[in-house]
């Protein structure tokens, strides 16, 4: 059974950094395309980036040039640097697992989730 854990969140000033981590257990992650999405209160989840297991990438253009999606097969865990953050990038971050090489940037085409991980930026 695969097993996603996000992790890395917390509360950090505009302009800060912060870098999200998603630790995949079961199946063989080498194989998954991962993705991060938000979700702020009262929004509906929204595609943040997304990495193909060829490592082909993608970003929302809210994000471009500010945030890197990462994985690192040896640990088995995706990561989201996230840079020059705003008090929009306010939300819920999650990360997502697909078995299939997609390029999708509809929540409905990852098959597995993590819990999320609080992400705040004060003004």
């Known amino acids: 059974q695969v097993q996603l854990v996000d992790s890395g969140g917390g509360l950090v000033q505009a302009g800060g950094s912060l870098r999200l981590s998603c630790a995949v257990s079961?199946?063989?992650?080498?194989?998954?395309?991962m993705a991060w999405f938000r979700q702020a209160p009262g929004k509906a989840r929204e595609f943040v980036a997304r990495t193909t297991w060829t490592a082909v990438t993608a970003y929302a253009d809210f994000v471009k040039g500010r945030f890197t999606i990462s994985v690192d097969n040896a640990l088995n865990t995706a990561y989201l640097e996230m840079n020059s953050l705003k008090p929009e990038d306010t939300a819920t971050y999650y990360c997502?697992?697909?078995?299939?090489?997609?390029?999708?940037?509809?929540?409905?085409?990852?098959?597995?989730w993590g819990q999320g991980t609080q992400v705040t930026v004060s003004s």
């Open positions: 079961g199946g063989t992650f080498s194989t998954y395309a």
């Open positions: 997502a697992a697909a078995t299939t090489n997609t390029i999708s940037r509809i929540p409905a085409s990852y098959s597995y």
